[in-house]
């Protein structure tokens, strides 16, 4: 029953997951079993060679990551949690279960998509796309996503974000590049799943501005980063499933920089909100410049390695002369800057507004964890194409053909290239002057005693005001239309409607498990002579 | 050897228990094993057809196919684990020789080779479960065992209409008899059989929307009890209600209905449980709603698909028996049964157990509940019941919703009660749920063993 080939895409995805394991293994935690298993099922998915096996994996990671949340989790968030995950298992099921009932076998080399009836095709599609929507949490199967995140151990969102999103990305790409193949998929569903990726990643980067949890915050990025990578794996060729690849080593990286970085906050100060916090720098400025580096990765910036990934997903849709998708792309990458502000104000900068008597000593293990996602993107950000060199393997053996470069420094866009290393050192040098001139100016500064010492609009602030700019940052977005719209909509009360609806249906069927002999009896004889009725001719 | 010993064996042993009350529970737990290690050596030479010396229509027969072989060994090994259970329990004396009694019911009905058999053994078995629910002697006990009487005994009468109607106008009862005579009869009558049948097993199979009687018997007798109802008595009716319609060869729009019938009786059944405050009523809706996917198995005349369902059986009933007995558990420590005890007890083991039986009744990979949903899908899916597939894998996501709560409430803070479990109770429960991970890991020799009792049952008696 289990057959396993062991490709490099599988290759690829799980040494992600291995090497994120492996940076937090070093953090005290619980559940090493759960975990355990967990990164045992995500093997079986990555290296399964059918189906049965990719669906025996897919369901343990859903039950056991199940486990680890429901303990920390609200009773309603992890119920949240596992119906749709297993919807999305039953989802993928039934795709399964269709494709074999017409190909006779579950081995991937045996699938000849050929085989499927077309009309049967479409509903095979949209399956699997529930699933990997629900997976990666694209609008509006993403209800679970944020509250999950939030909820569950500090540290296991890192998973979650990191690796377990991935899962879908990586189902989508076996499913549909290498099971499917893309000359028998319909363009226009797939325009439409493009567009729902990048929407999603609209929606999900101003909802992240207005929070004020930063797990939510961040739950939000999430959502958004995962959207762009559904976004160009639907363009369906292979610059977009390289420029895909890309920014899911990217976001892996930085969501493992990012949420280790928000946990050891919240390990120190004990503060999950943005509100609560603010002048960190002085006390923390190592966890400071981590950030940093994370932020300028997720905003997809140059010189560090989240530029290489924009920069593929850029040249593909150019090249695609998918305008529209490049402009909306473009608008919701420019929406990120936002939030990465907020990241980096809200925490750091600002005025502290908080006795520092209660914060705890962080362990070194949490740094580890960070250095390794700083130092895979820079290494990146200076040989962009060491990452080529590993796709175009994945790339040949899907049938595609491989992306040439002259040299590992230098990252090709198609019709574009630059290189990584002459940015960094250019970089380096503007750097090193700036930070001379900063420290030659650095006599003439005037440091701020009190929070308070400063002269706001010609007006003086009294203590009860909140002086720290993230504590507001978003709410002026609501002025403007349609960001009013996407702020005070929400998919919940669709999925609320649906819940209510079935438990008060199971309130009424309930009922007739209740009655009295007679009247059971009464529709025994009722039931009975109704068939008889309709049944005698 | 003749197959009459698997029923005369319990019979005598009952009578002989009369005289050894002090040694009851260990002669129950003998014969069980007895019977198994016989069931062990008879299925070698299958199948066996025995007749009793009368003339028709009294002939008294007897059939030992691999269908019916896999039904009494399953029922006489869950019997087995059942009083050996009991074994260390200061349970009442009268469960064993109930036990035996049921044991008996329901050896008969998948073995008779005529309906008039049937008929009385439906009746033992009956009688047994009547008596089973009011064991426990309170108000509640009692007014389940009344209702499930006057239930029972109408679906007594609608048995007995069939077989009168079937004798006056065919004049035989020999089950294999009627089915190559069953064209004699005209459309109507035979409709009427058919009809009459399905009201009557339907009542026992607990069936929608004949089984608005059965939750309230689960609730009203203790969790053990509701083990033997959801783990032997249904599953024997089941097979003996399609095992009939295969060997009479009956119309494919009655079998289209019964599997309407059956994915109807699923949802129901899986939408009453979600708002349920009762343990016990959960898991009897549990049980409701997998009875209705059996009923959906069996009802395709398809090889796969029987397979499938076959498996379900073995792994429902083992799974069923797991929980009940877990629950049996929780019920003596805190002596009632609502939901709210899942939030106070603290055992670690028997929430791996719990883990176990609740992924397994969902199908979860890798338990055992996933080959048999797998199969039975696969299957439903190669006959084009794509509808069908569906409805399955929809309503099992209901079914997730309050399985998952209930393990959800396992976490809650509330200060906890520890409780204790005899070694041997913890050995058996261990050894179900090894299995039921054993037989989703390594399904090869149960699935061969299932697609050959799928194609007796299919095929007819002789094969």
Redo the contacts between chains.
Sequence with gaps: ?FNFAITSLGNLFFVLSLTVFVSLWFIKRDNIILQTLLLTSLGIIFYANDL?TL??GW??M??SS??II??KAS?QT??KY??FN??A???L??AI??I??FVGSFLYSEIVFNKIPIEFRTPIYILLLVTIFIKSAIMPFHYWVVDTYEESDHLFSVILSAIISKAGIFLFIVFFIKIIGYKYLQSNLFDIVAWLGVITSIVASFKAISQDSMKRLLAYSSIAQVGYIVTILAILNGSGLEAGLYHTIIHTFVKLLLFVNIASIIYITGKTKFSELGGLLYEYPALFILLVIGIIGLAGMPPLAGFNSKFLIYTTLLEEKKALLLVAVMFSSATAFLYCYKLVYGIYLGQPTHSKESYQKLPNSYYIAQIIGTLILILLAIVPSLAIEEFNTILISLGFKPTDFKSLFELNGGFASFNGGVIMSIFIAIFIVILLIAYKLKNKTRKVKDRLDISYCGEIPNPNINLHYGYGLGKELSRIGFIRVILTNSSKRYWEQIRVV??D???I??Q????S?QN??L??IL??TT??LI??? | MSILYFIAIPLLASFLTLFFKNYLRYISVAINAILLVLAYFIIENLPITENLSFDSPLAISFVLTKGSAFFMTLFIGISFLFSLYNITQNSRRDIFILTNMLLIGVIGLVLSGDIFNIYIFFEISSITAYILTSLNRDAKAYNGA??YM??GS?ASI?LLIAIITIYLNIGTLNLITIGERFGYMG??TQ??VL??LF?GFG?KTEIF??N?????IYQATSSKINTLFSSILSKAYIFVFFHIAYLWNVDSKYLLFTAMIGVISFG?AE??????KDTK?VFA?STLGQLGVLFIGFSYNNITIMTGAIFLVFMHSITKLMLFLSLDILEQRFGQSSIEIFKQFKSPFLIIIF?IGF?SL?G???FGG?IAK?TI??G???V?A?IM??AI??I???E??YL??L???T?DTQPKVKISIPLLQKAILASIAFAIIYFGIF??ALLDISQQVASSIIGGVHV
């Design positions: 029953m049965i669906f025996i369901e343990i859903s039950w199940y486990f429901s303990g009773l992890s119920q596992i119906i297993l919807g298992g039953f989802a099921l039934g279960v269709i074999y009932s079935t438990e249906s199971s309130l069927i309930k007739f498990y209740n009655i002999v059971i009896g529709i025994i039931f009975f068939l008889l049944g005698v001719q | 009344i209702k006057i239930i109408i609608f459309a109507n409709f009427l009809l009459s009201i009542i929307p004949l608005f009687w059965a939750v309230d129901i939408v009453s449980s979600l708002t349920s009523r809706y883990i992924l969902l979860l990979p890798p996933f797998l899908l696969s439903l899916a190669g084009g794509y597939m569906g894998l929809v099992s996501l209901v997730a919703v998952f709560r393990l959800s409430y976490k399904p090869n």
